[in-house]
């Protein structure tokens, strides 16, 4: 399973100091849920690009691997679900569509308005998810990015891979 350590670590502190001070609904939790929003989405990117990266390091040879680290990096600009779908789509239409069978629909909802909301801390005036309400965000995060490993793990070789032929008589 692809775990979010950092963001886990911060909504689980989080939890536990809201519930200590009874600060639950309160402006601290508020504060506290957009920052566990940034370091989730972040932790979340990063691992989007390791991911894609780790896979484009074992299934090529020569310069292909090169090009897919330099590609995902200008891809992904974003943790939205059309810069994901984009992301994914880089890697062919089977791995898309096996990434879509493997991650529920509810988990890529819960993934999207996280993101959004997230975009709402850094763009705007900020958010009114729980600490709760991002637990489950961090659930469906961590179901989408084991389906984009496990997806990725499924795919035939990318391009460049050496072809075995039979050797000529001598």
Not at 45 to 66: K, N, V, W, Y
Not at 80 to 94: C, H, M, T
Not at 98 to 110: D, G, H, K, N, Q
Request: glycine share 6%; hydrophobic share 45%; proline share 2%.
């Amino acid at each position: 399973m692809v775990a979010l350590v950092r963001t886990r670590f911060v909504v689980d502190e989080s939890q536990q100091f809201l519930q200590q001070a009874n600060a639950t609904g309160s402006a601290i939790e508020s504060f506290i849920t957009q920052h566990a929003l940034v370091v989730m989405c972040a932790e979340a990117e990063a691992q989007l690009i390791d991911l894609a990266i780790d896979h484009g390091d074992r299934s090529c040879i020569g310069g292909a691997g090169s090009y897919i680290r330099g590609t995902v990096r200008l891809n992904l600009r974003s943790n939205k679900k059309a810069d994901v779908d984009k992301l994914i789509g880089l890697f062919g239409e089977a791995i898309k569509r096996r990434f879509y069978e493997l991650v529920p629909e509810r988990a890529v909802a819960t993934w999207t308005n996280a993101c959004n909301a997230r975009d709402d801390v850094a763009h705007r005036s900020g958010t009114r998810m729980t600490m709760a309400e991002v637990r489950e965000a961090l659930e469906a995060t961590e179901l989408l990015l084991d389906a984009f490993k496990q997806a990725l793990s499924e795919a035939r070789p990318l391009v460049g891979q050496a072809v075995r032929t039979p050797e000529a008589p001598a």
